[in-house]
């Protein structure tokens, strides 16, 4: 099993900074992307950002160009430095990592942490 321990979130005003980070603590497992993705009250959850093992990102049009997505591999961590927040950002975050271990796939979430920005 690999366990996620998300940290960073909190309270901001609109047009703040926020830096969410989620460390991976079993080595064992092979991490390919890391992934970060949030749900917001009423809504299904949505991928707001990617990174593959080899440090190809992708982040969807909502958050592009303020959101970042980034991964230390010495310390199995992925990272999101979101800037411009906006109240549309509030929502419960969650990291995920999939990961292969002898041959097969599995996929891992973090407990999520809440993210508000204020008006």
């Known amino acids: 099993q690999v366990q996620l321990v998300e940290s960073g979130g909190g309270l901001v005003q609109a047009g703040g900074s926020l830096r969410l980070s989620c460390a991976a603590s079993?080595?064992?497992?092979?991490?390919?992307?890391m992934n970060w993705y949030r749900q917001a009250p009423g809504k299904q959850r949505e991928l707001v950002a990617t990174i593959t093992s080899g440090g190809s990102t992708h982040t969807v049009d909502s958050v592009k160009g303020r959101f970042t997505i980034s991964r230390d591999n010495a310390k199995n961590t992925v990272y999101l430095q979101m800037n411009s927040l906006k109240p549309e950002d509030t929502a419960v975050y969650y990291c995920?990592?999939?990961?292969?271990?002898?041959?097969?796939?599995?996929?891992?979430w973090g407990q999520g942490t809440q993210v508000t920005v204020s008006s």
């Open positions: 079993e080595r064992t497992f092979k991490i390919n992307a």
């Open positions: 995920n990592v999939q990961t292969t271990h002898w041959g097969s796939s599995y996929d891992f």
